[in-house]
T-cell receptor, first 113, second 112 residues
């Protein structure tokens, strides 16, 4: 079955370290998204991509970067992790038509100490 | 610009009672609207969506929502709550660029 996976599921890192969170989907979806979820803030969009080599900044992109070298993967990199980036991160994908919903991965819980 | 407001960050109902979760949206174009559910330690799962056509939309697990353009609302209902419905629920509107704008979420508790 097609799916969307995230790894690792849990990560503890230290302030200042570079961290990369992986997202992989097997639906061949054009659109991919990264969100963070924090209590009281719902889901906030970090970065998104509408296809290979396309990346765009979302609402809370400072301190994060993404790259899209193929259809299946959109890794999220924290260049220099900060305690404010402790959060749960969700990746999502969608085919790209207006009525299409987004399909979410299981999430990565990141703690920055 | 599109936006979503969910009224009530926490709703508590008794098992068997009506569930009503409120969502109001703002959109400059005909909206595409979504309800997602998130169970503890899981990702979001689509409950239902409104795109065009019938304004009463039926989803999974007995949930439904009605699109009311005049009230800019898309409230989620279920006639009889079950313990397994306890979760967080998110309303979302699609913006013109294809992104989803989410509400803050409503946590539903179900009392036995």
């Amino acid at each position: 079955d097609a799916e969307i996976t995230q790894s690792p599921r849990h990560k503890i890192t230290e302030t200042g370290r570079q961290v990369t969170l992986a997202c992989h989907q097997t639906w061949n979806h054009n659109n991919m998204f990264w969100y963070r979820q924090d209590l009281g803030h719902g889901l906030r969009l970090i970065h998104y991509s509408y296809g290979v080599q396309d990346t765009n900044k979302g609402e809370v992109s400072d301190g994060y970067s993404v790259s899209r070298s193929n259809t299946e993967d959109l890794p999220l990199t924290l260049e220099s992790a900060a305690s404010s980036q402790t959060s749960v991160y969700f990746c999502a994908s969608s085919p790209g038509q207006p009525a299409d919903e987004q399909y979410f991965g299981p999430g990565t819980r990141l703690t920055v100490t | 610009a599109q936006s979503v407001t969910q009224l009530g960050s926490h709703v508590s109902v008794s098992e068997g009672a009506l569930v009503l979760l409120r969502c109001n949206y703002s959109s400059s174009v005909p909206p595409y609207l979504f309800w997602y559910v998130q169970y503890p330690n899981q990702g979001l799962q689509l409950l239902l969506k409104y795109t065009t056509g019938a304004t009463l939309v039926k989803g999974i697990n007995g949930f439904e929502a009605e699109f009311k353009k005049s009230e800019t609302s898309f409230h989620l209902t279920k006639p009889s709550a079950h313990m397994s419905d306890a979760a967080e629920y998110f309303c979302a509107v699609r913006d013109q660029g294809g992104k989803l704008i989410f509400g803050q979420g409503t946590e539903l508790s179900v009392k036995p």
